[in-house]
């Protein structure tokens, strides 16, 4: 079955780095990807997305400091977090667009998110 696994959500400080990993799994095929954040009482964001081209773009609050990147051997997405700050604060969701092994149309799949706090 489909499976998103993200890991690497812990507690920083402001101007740390930090790196959040997303294993997926189930798939026939997979074109897109992207990393969406959630902080209570706020909207979600998407700080990231990722084609199979390679091509990048990146929500302005994060661009310059974040990097999305993939492993295609390994079926892993990567979203790099650099100086980072109290506003990045928030649940890290992976998000991949893909057709199941299983059968099915392409649609998107959400994993479980993981949580980065980010101390002043």
């Known amino acids: 079955q489909v499976q998103l696994v993200e890991s690497g959500g812990t507690s920083v400080q402001a101007g740390d780095s930090l790196q959040l990993s997303c294993v997926f799994s189930?798939?026939?095929?997979?074109?897109?990807w992207a990393w969406y954040r959630q902080t209570p009482g706020r909207e979600r964001e998407r700080v990231a997305f990722l084609t199979r081209a390679d091509t990048m773009s990146y929500a302005e609050s994060v661009k310059g400091r974040f990097t999305i990147s993939r492993d295609a051997y390994a079926d892993t997405v990567y979203l790099q977090m650099n100086s980072l700050k109290p506003e990045d604060s928030g649940v890290y969701f992976c998000?991949?667009?893909?057709?199941?092994?299983?059968?099915?149309?392409?649609?998107?799949?959400w994993g479980q998110g993981t949580r980065v706090t980010v101390s002043p």
């Open positions: 998000v991949t667009k893909g057709r199941p092994l299983s059968g099915g149309i392409l649609k998107e799949y």
């Open positions: 189930g798939f026939a095929a997979t074109v897109t």
